[in-house]
């Protein structure tokens, strides 16, 4: 059967662990049992029959068998689970690339739901919420003592109703709530736009689509601006991009390197491991390029940002990333049904592994907290100026080209200036190519 190789947070569709109350007479003969793997499964078979022989409700054996698998991967680790038909099916629309729902990335931590990201243009971003949030409440009911899967499905529902979720965040005294409209969640895996002359890549998911639009739009970018020539340098912005694809994170990767190794999975045994090195060619042609990550890059994004990291390609930016190191591959198993298992441990090409650790940036550089869209009349009002005063004379030393150039100087400082209000770390990004490509121009 073919294997579906993931490097995503494989958060959000943990099952549901079972757990029952055996009698003790069982329990004692268990304690009499060997520790065979046949006289376990003896024990389970034991269980089993107990359930839906004497349980106060009649419970269908498929049911127990499920929550009996799932409970196994859970068990493993946060990223192993069981992927019901449904599951399954949801699973691989998700890699095309548009699903229903909120629009958030979620993981388990100490029994709460954590918002690893919400994605770009999606229900729960346009509603406020923030990477690093804690979901207590949804419309009203607590989360706690709930698994993934079971907190997971409390915020599904049909495209268009609205879901009340109570947030915790840092630096923020009481719980919140904020409102949700559910909507089709239809993410461009990425978009390109120019900052001035630098070409700013946005890469908000790694599947299927990600490297075809990324390569189509930095062609149509860079042609727009005149050739490679008029291009200062890249960015790559991977922040709250949670993961996806490991072929895709390999070939955004490979988009950017001339050669050398871009990423290796070790498994359990030594000959599963696997090294993927870079084929010659660089999109950008040796430009100078900067990585964005923060908390909410994960999984593929820490891939990339190692691999151009360890090779020098790149300078990182932003804050540390969010440390997942595991590599699921998710199996098909009859009745439509799959299983995502944790198989490989990947390491960047440096040999080191970010599991739990993260990518650390060459340059920490935090993300100011959201201003309130109030301003006062004083912030509102624009400096008067020579040119304002009544009867002020003309600058009549200045040619019709030369005002336009000054013009044009002047109107790029604003866009700038606005930027770094609007989103301070690309404005830092931008910056730093600018300044690279001064060096790299005086040389």
């Known amino acids: 059967m073919k294997k579906f190789v993931m490097a995503a947070l494989g958060g959000t569709l943990a099952g549901a662990l079972l757990t029952t109350q055996v009698a003790a007479p069982l329990l004692a003969q268990d304690a009499g049992r060997g520790n065979t793997v046949y006289e376990q499964l003896d024990l389970f078979g034991d269980v089993f029959e107990r359930i839906r022989a004497q349980y106060v409700e009649e419970v269908e054996a498929k049911d127990l068998i499920e929550a009996a698998i799932d409970g196994m991967l859970s068990s493993l680790d946060p990223h192993s689970s069981y992927l019901s038909a449904d599951d399954a ?14 629009g958030i990335e979620v993981t388990q931590e100490e029994g709460f739901v954590r918002v690893v990201t919400p994605m770009d243009d999606t229900p729960a971003d346009k509603a406020g919420i923030e990477s690093g949030d804690f979901v207590t409440h949804v419309d009203g009911e607590s989360l706690l003592g709930l698994t993934l ?8 529902g049909p495209v268009g109703s609205e879901i009340i979720l109570t947030v915790v965040r840092e630096g923020v005294d009481e719980p919140f709530d904020v409102s949700i409209i559910r909507d089709t969640i239809k993410l461009t895996a990425a978009t390109v736009r120019t900052v001035g002359d630098t070409v700013v890549m946005r890469v908000t998911t ?53 050669s050398g190794e871009i990423v290796s999975t070790r498994g359990r045994n030594p000959g599963e491991s696997e090294r993927v090195n870079a084929k010659a060619g660089d999109l950008a042609e040796g430009k100078p390029l900067v990585v964005l990550i923060n908390g909410g890059s994960a999984s593929a994004s820490e891939i990339v940002a190692g691999a151009l990291q360890d090779h020098h390609r790149a300078i990182v930016v932003g804050t540390k990333s969010f440390g997942k190191g595991s590599v699921q591959t ?17 390491y960047t090409p440096s040999g080191r592994s970010i599991q739990a650790l993260g990518v650390s940036p060459d340059i920490v550089v935090e993300q100011p907290p959201r201003q309130p869209n109030a301003e006062t009349e004083e912030e509102g009002r624009s400096p008067r100026t020579e040119a304002d005063l009544r009867g002020s004379l003309n600058n009549d030393s200045l040619s019709e080209d030369e005002r336009r150039q000054i013009e044009e100087e002047r109107s790029a400082a604003e866009e700038a200036a606005q930027l770094r209000d609007d989103d301070f770390q690309l404005s830092y990004a931008v910056d730093l190519i600018k300044g690279l490509s001064t060096i790299a121009l005086a040389k």
């Open 89 to 102: 099916a949801q699973m691989r629309v998700q890699t095309r690339g548009s699903f229903g729902g909120l």
């Open 206 to 258: 790694f599947n299927d689509q990600t490297t075809p639009n990324m390569v189509d739009g930095l062609k149509r970018e860079v042609e727009a601006l005149g050739g490679i020539d008029k291009v200062s340098g890249f960015v790559l912005d991977l922040r709250n991009n949670p993961g996806g694809l490991l072929d895709q994170a390999i070939s955004v990767s490979d988009a950017f390197l001339e």
């Open 149 to 156: 899967d079971e907190a997971v499905d409390m915020m599904r």
């Open 330 to 346: 998710v199996m098909p198993l009859p009745s439509d049904g799959a299983m995502r298992l944790t198989t490989a441990r990947y």
